[in-house]
């Protein structure tokens, strides 16, 4: 039985404070005023996820054990704090796993998915409490929702009548201002290896809420089986909240601030997350890793100083380790919340090509710098009280700098291995189709040189996908020495990835990714990506421009797609340095088109694997029911193609959906993007944050058990 | 239309003139009831039904084609109109009441009850085994539940009509069964729960759940027990006919008045409240009206009377007639009462004069002018209390000439009341028979109203009633839709029928929210039409609520495959559940291959979840289903899970024997053999190192590494052969170990031992990142030449970098190497070398 490791919250000075009421989600209906505003306020959904999480421990009355998924552990950490549930009567908390759970309190809390495994846990715990007749009152969370799957597997193993079950909704958590995320970690495993469609209906039921909050997407266009599924399901969903509400207005009026939601199923671009993200806040995931937000730092890094405003202790992720064992010989770890909102400099950086990272840094140190010299020219009395004034600023700014120029330097040596290095070449010449053999050649000395196996088999996929599958003779030998140079046990791995057609003989199967034209027709290989000012969203990768932004670019930037010089004109001149580009932006940039669906790149489009799908939801239903007069006036005007027609100088965000998770560097194309254009942000909604290591680790089966005898 | 009678003719006055009471004629009774005291008989308030049956007491001449029958339980609305018949074949009857939703209840003494509609279906539920056992006594009936007496003298009680278990109530002590009782109804009381009265030797008790306390009252024993409908007062009637009024915390006397000196004798047959001032007391032909202050009316019918209480006035319902007797309300009151001079009546008046183009009109308008607004309001409400059209319309056009010298006066109560009436006035039709007044409509709800045309089949009134109010028409239209597939019972059922009728249906629906289908195709089935059923809930677009009949419907693979479609896994998952409960295996199995692509999902889902919950059933899916692959990587993971060598290895060898079945899988098949044959191999190298050195779990390199390093090359050679490891693969591996283990002769030797397939800057790199420097350089002579200058920089030796270009005569990458040199002693070296190169 392991104590989950959670930070103490600061003592509670003062009374507490009040219990929040129930929120009812405020309308968001009012038009952006300018394109300067950040879009949509998806605060909301935060608060919503903390009001139920209240709600839900004030229903079991008095103080109580909470026994927590570790997976929930991070997202929780990001809508609420260990002092908030303190407030309502938690006084310890557990991690759920297998074993005795031993608790003093009379109610036991336990807060999960409802996974099977879960659901066996508890019903052991619970069996062990009625053998030893401990007495304890049980109250069951499921998060998003309750089940009846958890409800029989309960009944099977004969504790259903022990439990009071309740559900608690948490679905998307806003990670920052512009992307919000149901951490939902194994979507892709499910959804398109096991078939397990459970995360689509999630995603269905999270995307209705936002329309609950923001009004209905005008327009629903997207890419993939899955998505077209999860499309399917926002329809039908739609009608049934009519047929049970009418009068809905979040239901039959289309949105004022969202123009479009445009879903794109991981299936339908699995190149993008095979390669080596190249952005900062990327690097960072490839290379130390990002959970739920948190980066596992060196200590030394983070000081404990007052300026930290991090505010008040958070519900970090456990880690992989137990937190006891290893930390006192390695230098001691801390986990760091990477947010925009609380960490300017990060702001600046995390969508940077690595290679300008370190410039930057050097150019904000010299400021800083000279901001500290500012001390010395004050003269007045005023002059001190302003540079004091300024000083918890720079302050803050200057431990910002020391934690960015530390992970930096952790950084660098590994970008510097013959390894990262040959990776990142086999990548370039494999999308730019250079050479092929000599890349295959690559991928197996790779393999001799016992190169780490995520490593290999991200290479050895994206040739399969890219070439297009991979020689019989060279496939079964090259699996054999993956086998033998890893272990066998990889094998189901290996089967698993080729039943995902991510490692297929050639040739392969039809259909399969058109390459060759969709490197031309969407200009996938980009030449002179500049890095310090980025003109097109392949500078993310180096050159590559992520075939999932460029698909969603079909729909919402069209002259960024057809032509490298219509590219360069949509930035504005888009030549010299940073400051230059900084320039650009003050400049009259053009403004977003209107959403008009796929229209100039349907061929293109639907030669890409998987349906293709563009659906105008209408303002009354079916049409066959009565138009409200009121709401008529204030819906936008739809042509009648479902073309929206936007006011003049009317900002609005297209909703961007990742079915099966997204990478970093698709949300700082994403955000690129958004700079690019007035009147339309974007706002980036995923199942979770992923990257090629992550979606192959989840296709891995659990490590095999030590033998004993 | 004909001016009806001056509203005052039927008012009598009260208390001096200062109130007058009304007695209206609502209907003359269609019915052929002849006297009224052969019959019990129970009416619901709003102007509701009336239910009657033959009183087995009294004495019936048989005869004239008359037999004796089994009870028959007649529904007439309040104008007479026979509703429905319904006959009672259970035992003795004990009591009829209404319930809110005009739905009849009948108890009988052996604790049974049935809830009958308006058209006669029923639902039946019980008391429960101890009213069974112990018979009820006696039982009162009230709008959300009822309250029976056991033959034990335990009083049980029911909460709504859904058929709840019977609660008991608590103990009371009594000996012998009360003089009387009554019920104070959930809504009335404090506790939201239902009291009862109990009025037993000179004392009453109140009981509910929890407790029955006695209110000390010494004035007993009661022959009635009347609770007021606003459950602020109680009527007690003493066994010498003395009326006492008392709050209902028995805390204040409110009236006292004997009803000896009104000339009456003997218990009357009713006591009711009439409003909830007044008291009205009924002795088969004489009714008579107690008023607060002592003063009373009377009148006498021809034949016996019924009261129905409601909460403004009494309904009177004779064999010929219906009335209804009310305190004439206030507004009525001020503008019709003779000689008023209130606002109201001179606005009235006014309008009279306009109509005969008098200038009296002006005159009266110009004197209640500061008082215009409360004239309008008046006449407004009069209006709405008035029962005759011609009088509505009198008052509303009062009140619309009124309001028509006023700036700004707010219409919405005008066109309410005036919608309202148009409402009211159809309902009060006497075919229809729903004497509703304007309080009582209020009391309840527009919905109500729809709702109780809708269950006396009166869909198009409802369906007009709800498109002119503007509220939800969807229950009517279900009702509507239950009840025309049940006008079909009975009847034998073509396809072409069932499509018909679902066309007429949906086609009604059309533009309609909120309609489930999934309601009426239960009732459907429930009517045994399965076929519309199915062909209904296709309609249906909340699939949770497809799923569940379906399932009851055994149509398992539609069910099935609605679920699937729902997008909703957990619905899938219901099924699932519920038909491996329900069939057997095989036929569960072939249920879902027979699907097709449609179920694959199902397919899908079933493996998840016996992946984790139920092995055994997954290992028989594949094995039905054919799936060696999926067999396979089952067993596999089983291997995973065996921490017992044996287990492991039988299950490693049973999963390739599964792909070996798989003709695409030779290879996997292979694998297996090879994994089963190194965890021997394995199992004897840790046997011979006595168990210190472990090698189970290895992979092929680690344990070439691990023979290398533990100092066994020829068994690291053997494996090599055996396991066909590539020259590259396998240098790499030897290098490692031998750098693991400092075994630089060893590492010399082997380097040397042939040319390296794998070049020999990969030593340089492997042991400069292990950090030996000095064993790195030795192997840069063998280097490729180009490389020989920066691998010397990487090992740190810069004159023999130096030395390197010299040899090269590479003067420029020479000079380089100087700007680069990190000390004076390296920089002088490298000018040394430099120089040398000069001179020559």
Known sequence: MATAALPRPPPQAGPSVPPLRPARLPSA???????????VDVGVLKQLAKTGLVEALNAVPGGKTLVLDPTLAGPLGLVTEVSLLKQHGVDKMFWLEAGALSSQSQNIVYLCRPQIRWMKIIA?????????????????LLVPRRTILCDRILEEEGVFGDITLGQLKLEFIPLEEDVLSLEMENTYREVFLDGDNTAIYYSAQALMTVQQAFGLFPRIIGKGDAAKRLADLLLRMRQAGLADDPTSPALSLPSTVLDALVVVDRAVDMITPLCTQLTYQGLIDELVGIKNSYVEVDASLLSTAPQQMSGAPSLPAPGPTPALGPSSAQPKKKKHLLQASSDAVFTDLRDENFSVVGAHLNRLAKRLNEDY?????????????????????????????????????????????EVFNKSLEVQQNLIAGYDVNAQFSTIEDLINREAPLHVVLRLLCLYSITVGGIKPKQLENTKREILQTYGYQYLTLLLHLSSLNLLLKAPAPAPHLPLPSLRKHLRLLVDDVSEQAPTDIAYVYSGYAPLSIRLVQCVTMKPAVVAAEMGEKAVGGGSGGGEAQKEGTLKVVPRAHPIMGWKGFDEIVRS???????????????????????????????????????PKGHSTTTVVFFLGGCTYTEIAALRWMSRQTRGRKYLICTTSIVNGSSLIDSLSPAPWAPITT | MAPSDHPTSNWEPMQDGTVFYRKQELYSMQWKVQDLSDYKVVGARYGGPLAIVRDEHKVVALGGGQRYTKPQIQLYSSSGGLISTLSWDQGKMVCMGWTLDERLVVLNEEGLYRVYDLQGEYEQFSLGQEAQEEGVMDAQIHETGLVAITGSLNFLEIRGWEGGKAQTMASTGLSSPPNCWAIMPPELTVSRHAEVLISTESTIFTLDNLECVDQRVSRGP???IAVSPNGKALALLTKDNILWVVSSDFQGELAESDLSLEGVSGPPKQVVWCGNDSLVLIWDILVLMMGPYGDSLRYYYVSPVHGVGEIDGVRIVGAEKCDFLQRVPPSTYAVFRPGSTSPGATLFDAMTHFEKKSPKADENIRSIRPELVAAVDACIDAAAQEWEPYWQKKLLNAASFGRAFLDLYDPSEFVTVGQTLKVLNAARYYEIGIPITYTQYQHTSPEHLVARLTSRNLHLLALRVSAYLQIKADPVLKHWACAKIAQTKGVTISEKDDEDICKTIVSKFRGQYGVSYADIARRAWQLGRTRLATLLLEHEPRTEDQVPLLLSMKEDRLALKKAIDSGDTDMVYHVLLSLKRRLNLGDFFRLIEDGGPALVPAANLLQVYARQQNRELLRDFYFQDDRRTDSAVLKLQEASEATDMVDRTAAIRAAGKSFSEDKDRAFEARMMDEYAKLLLLQQTLEKDADGRVPFIGLSVNETIYKCITTGQSKKADRVRSDWKVPDKRFWYIKLHALTESRDWEGLDAFAKQKRSPIGYEPFVNHLLSKGFPNQAKNFVPRCDAKQRVDLYVKCGDWRAAGAECKERNDKARLDQLRRMAPNNLVQRELDQIASSMNTR
């Not at chain 1, 209408?618 to 009648?640: I, M």
């Open chain 1, 608 to 646: 890409v694997p998987g349906e293709t799908f563009d659906e105008v939801q209408r303002p009354e239903g079916d049409g066959t029911g009565k138009v409200d007069r009121e709401s008529a006036r204030h819906r936008l005007s739809a042509g009648a193609d479902g073309r929206i027609v936007l």
């Open chain 1, 373 to 417: 010299e500012g001390r010395h020219r004050a003269q007045t009395v005023e002059q001190l009280r302003d540079f004091v004034g300024k000083l918890g600023g720079l302050q803050s700014e200057h431990l910002a700098l020391r934690l960015h120029t530390g992970l930096s330097e952790q950084i660098v040596p590994m970008t510097q291995t």
């Open chain 1, 124 to 140: 052991q715990q619970i069996k062990l409490h009625t053998a030893s007749s401990e007495r304890h009152s049980y109250t069951l």
């Open chain 1, 29 to 39: 209906q009012q038009p952006a005023a300018d394109s300067s505003d950040p879009g």
């Open chain 2, 222 to 224: 009661f022959t009635f």
